[in-house]
């Protein structure tokens, strides 16, 4: 499985971005995604996380009612909508690969199987 992710910039605050982590692989249908973050000096932190089947969905409460998983099978791409961005935003986003139950362990990194290559989200006051 490799995984692309991109969409991400420079914004204001209170604007928005829709992040895109593009798979190829064939076990990407069948698995779940999960996107995390990594701000500078900090630890990489989860994000949200979509089932197989995009039945199931997951945030953090800090970005809960902001940000918004989705994943369209047809074009094996996972999107994160994020809204009313704050500068506690900013960080670098990754996208990863779960082979395991979506219900155990999503909320952390070494669960994932698969990580693609993150997109910097910068967001100004």
């Known amino acids: 499985v490799q995984l692309q992710a991109s969409g991400g910039g420079l914004v204001q605050a209170g604007g928005y971005l829709r992040l895109s982590c593009a798979a190829s692989g064939d076990t990407f249908s069948t698995s779940a995604i999960g996107w995390f973050r990594q701000a500078p000096g900090k630890e990489r932190e989860f994000v949200a996380a979509i089932s197989w089947n995009g039945r199931h969905r997951d945030y953090i409460d800090s970005v809960r009612g902001r940000f918004t998983i989705s994943r369209d099978k047809t074009d094996h791409t996972v999107y994160l909508q994020i809204d009313d961005l704050k500068p506690e935003d900013t960080a670098v986003y990754y996208c990863?690969?779960?082979?395991?139950?979506?219900?155990?362990?999503?909320?952390?990194?070494?669960?994932?199987?698969?990580w693609g290559q993150g997109t910097q989200v910068t967001v100004s006051s």
């Open positions: 990863a690969v779960k082979w395991g139950s979506f219900f155990s362990d999503r909320g952390t990194s070494s669960s994932y199987n698969y």
